[in-house]
């Protein structure tokens, strides 16, 4: 068990849909990072945030949108959903950068999305 | 171009053989590079992390980096049924900035 807690497990939903992706970091840990997984394209970074602001962007589509609250924990919403989107979406947290094990990503267990 | 290069596999070998994975990347900047291993329908988890140049031995496992060349390895001596899963490469510019992964390889050991 890495400590990050993702939810929903599993997800189906139609397009054009809405959802929102949750994830609570690791106690101690200030980065949330989101990442996409599919068959073809591997694990994909989409954003990070540390301590409630965004620290770096990937290739996160104009659909999506992403923030850490207070309470460190980190939502992803996804909106007009389309059959592509349909993936594995990690949350991953790491330790503070005074931390010997800072860089380190702890990963959730995934959110499996299914677009229909 | 990928700033990461992986090959995606699946790769196959008999249980006792030693697995060579490799990955190659295009910045410059990176100084932090990571093996993860993911079983199936699981997180990553962090293998091995290494810093800068060099090699790095944990029991079954040796990392090595050769930043001259832009290419990382893992090594896997006395493989087992147990490491069947996808490896990942990932590397970052600093401790703090977003680590881009490979595309990872699939390993089965075969008994």
């Known amino acids: 068990d890495s400590g990050v807690t993702q939810t929903p497990k599993h997800l189906i939903t139609a397009t054009g849909q809405r959802v929102t992706l949750r994830c609570s970091p690791r106690?101690?840990?200030?980065?949330v990072y989101w990442y996409q997984q599919s068959l073809d394209q591997g694990l994909q970074f989409l954003i990070q945030?540390?301590?409630?602001?965004?620290?770096a962007k990937g290739n996160i589509l104009e659909r999506f949108s992403a923030q850490q609250f207070p309470d460190l924990h980190s939502e992803l919403n996804l909106s007009s959903l389309e059959l592509g989107d349909s993936a594995l979406y990690f949350c991953?947290?790491?330790?503070?950068?005074?931390?010997?094990?800072?860089?380190?990503?702890?990963f959730g267990e995934g959110s499996r999305l299914t677009v229909l | 171009q990928k700033e990461v290069e992986q090959d995606p596999g699946p790769l196959s070998v008999p249980e006792g053989a030693i697995v060579s994975l490799n990955c190659t990347y295009s910045?410059?900047?990176?100084?932090?590079f990571m093996w993860y291993r993911q079983y199936s329908r699981k997180g990553p988890e962090l293998l091995m992390y290494t810093y800068s140049s060099g090699n790095k031995e944990d029991g079954r496992f040796t990392a090595q980096v050769d930043k001259s060349s832009k290419y990382i390895s893992l090594f896997i001596r006395d493989s087992q049924p147990s490491d069947s899963a996808t490896y990942l490469c990932a590397m970052s510019a600093s401790s703090a900035s977003k680590i881009i992964f490979g595309s990872g390889t699939r390993l089965s050991i075969r008994p």
């Open positions: 945030y540390y301590n409630g602001e965004e620290r």
């Open positions: 991953a947290s790491s330790p503070p950068g005074h931390s010997p094990r800072s860089g380190e990503l702890f």
């Open positions: 910045n410059s900047a990176f100084q932090y």
């Open positions: 106690s101690g840990d200030l980065s």
